[in-house]
């Protein structure tokens, strides 16, 4: 059974960076597709970066050039760089295989917050 477990949020000044890590066991990780997601209060899940298993990276307009992901096959995990933050980007962050194949079971979720 695949298992998440995100780490790295916390609360930041506007400007701030972060980073988030993502520990995935339970499945083999280096032939998926990983991605970052993020859920704000009241909104739709929504996917803001990917990494594909050859290191080619997508992300979201709203995030692009300020958000980096990356991957280590061998540690099995996915890492997002968040970088001048916004406080629009204060959400839940998850990882999970990227798109509509995304595994039904969820982490808990690292939260960050950009707030003055």
């Known amino acids: 059974q695949v298992q998440f477990v995100e780490s790295g949020g916390g609360l930041v000044l506007p400007g701030g960076s972060l980073r988030l890590s993502c520990e995935v066991s339970?499945?083999?990780?280096?032939?998926?597709?990983m991605g970052w997601y993020r859920q704000a209060p009241g909104k739709q899940r929504e996917l803001v970066a990917s990494?594909?298993?050859?290191?080619?990276?997508n992300y979201a307009d709203s995030v692009k050039g300020r958000f980096t992901i990356s991957r280590d096959n061998a540690e099995k995990t996915v890492y997002l760089q968040v970088s001048s933050l916004k406080p629009e980007d204060t959400a839940l962050y998850y990882c999970?295989?990227?798109?509509?194949?995304?595994?039904?079971?969820w982490g808990q979720g690292t939260q960050v917050t950009v707030s003055s």
């Open positions: 999970n295989r990227a798109g509509p194949g995304a595994f039904a079971s």
């Open positions: 339970g499945v083999i990780f280096s032939i998926y597709t």
């Open positions: 990494i594909s298993r050859y290191g080619s990276t």
